[in-house]
């Protein structure tokens, strides 16, 4: 390896950090993943839930299904703002057609219920957040109206605050999934995936502090990726401008990093 005063190995962090996240988040979302193939290749009709925090993968593997399977899966990336948009999508990606506005709601739901009855069809509805709430609620109230739909709301965490998604879908909801975040072991795992032991040099190891990143990442990939960038930024900087308090990884730079990225505050 390149000596550490050799900045230009610096410039293959973000690289080794892009391959080492693809790598690791592929393995730690293959259940989820596996779990999610089955619901689209099932019979069984109704509400699904995919949940985690942003940053833990939900796209990403949504997206990876979608390039797999192709046929009969619908992906709605930004989520219609009213129940009525939300059937019009739906029914213009099954026929290729748009409701007039003459059409009331209640026809819209038969004729969308009748074009889903015929085939096992899978609509996916990507990043919904706290302000599609309503719009979810009032999907749930009428979902013993659309028995033929298969849908799949992927959303934040979050966004139930503290609420039951049993609650919130009393009527239809058939299952949730839920990505989990990175335990403390998984990124001393992640660390030394994306770093060999002579990287730089033996000074720069960040793998004895993945206890304090762990604390202030929660084991958010995003939050992972952005505190460790940055780490290394300040370590660049170091050498660049011959600061040797910050040529070494220490408690105190990561706190730095932190407060940087406002994972805490200053």
Known sequence: MAQPKDINIFET???????STQTFRAKSLKKTRETLIEIIYSNERGIYIIDGENGSGKTIMVES??????NDIYLIKVPPIDLRELLDEVYFMLR???FSQAIKLDEIKTRVNDAFKKINHTIIIDNLRDENLELIKDFNNI???LDGLKIIFSMNTNIFKGEDPLTLFSKGFRDKITIKN????????YINLTFSKDFLNESIQI???SSIIFDFTKGNFSNLNNLILTIFEI???GYTENLEKYQ????????MSAIEKELING
């Open 13 to 19: 962090i973000p690289k080794l950090i892009e391959q």
């Open 65 to 70: 299904i979608l390039n797999e399977i192709k």
């Open 96 to 98: 290729g057609k748009r």
């Open 143 to 145: 979902s013993n109206e």
């Open 182 to 189: 990175l335990m403390e072991d998984d990124i001393s795992d």
């Open 207 to 209: 793998i004895k502090y």
């Open 235 to 237: 370590l660049k900087t």
């Open 248 to 255: 070494t990884v220490s408690e105190c730079l990561i706190i």
